[in-house]
């Protein structure tokens, strides 16, 4: 290896060194006081970085926000619930789905509770979610179709009203509500769902 080659290296390494703990100081911020209350130099001081380091790369406060949301996702197992989605059975894939979704939405619930709590009176915060969120409901209303397509559906129930069901019940406030306000854990969250859906929805 040449001397420039192991130069950049340890320089990249270094990168992500000082990302790594800029994340993870707002991560903690955010769970602990919230993101309102957590200014760019509190997280400065806790990752032990400038404030100029923070913004060269996140660019601002709603940038890191959104980074640490992403983070999280990913962390907590998101790119594990894509493949399940695009089972060939739509029924299947709602039910592996649901059961993965709740062990995500779990991992990192105290998180996800704060910024989307956050989104409510934040308007940056709410388009952070928001740009999220509409993945989630794009994945749902492709499996409504599916779901209809593949005859699961049950008699008068359409595919606008099977989306819209989907939506509600794969959100997070939905699992919250179940697993915080109802102690419940994640499996059974997910048995629950599943449970409605055969109810509402699925034959």
């Not at 049950?154 to 606008?160: I, M, Q």
């Amino acid at each position: 290896m040449s001397p420039r080659k192991y130069t950049l290296g340890v320089r990249e390494a270094g990168v992500e060194e000082t990302r790594r703990r800029i994340l993870e100081a707002a991560r903690a911020m955010i769970v602990e006081t919230g993101f309102h209350r957590a200014s760019m130099a509190d997280v400065a001081r806790r990752a032990d970085v400038t404030r100029a380091t923070i913004y060269n790369h996140f660019g601002s406060k709603i940038g890191l926000l959104e980074a640490v949301m992403t983070t999280a996702l990913v962390s907590a197992g998101l790119e594990c619930i894509i493949p399940l989605l695009a089972l060939p059975d739509a029924r299947e894939a709602f039910e592996a789905s649901t059961r993965e979704s709740t062990r995500m939405w779990a991992a990192e619930s105290e998180l996800f509770r704060k910024v989307i709590g956050l989104a409510a009176v934040d308007p940056e915060a709410h388009e952070v979610v928001e740009k999220r969120d509409a993945e989630r409901k794009s994945a749902m209303a492709m499996l409504a179709r599916r779901l209809d397509e593949q005859g699961y559906l049950r008699p008068g129930v359409s595919h606008d009203d099977a989306e819209a069901v989907l939506v509600l019940l794969t959100s997070f406030p939905t699992f919250d509500s179940l697993y915080t306000e109802g102690k419940r854990s994640p499996d059974e969250v997910s048995r629950l769902l599943i449970d409605l859906a055969g109810t509402v929805l699925v034959r």
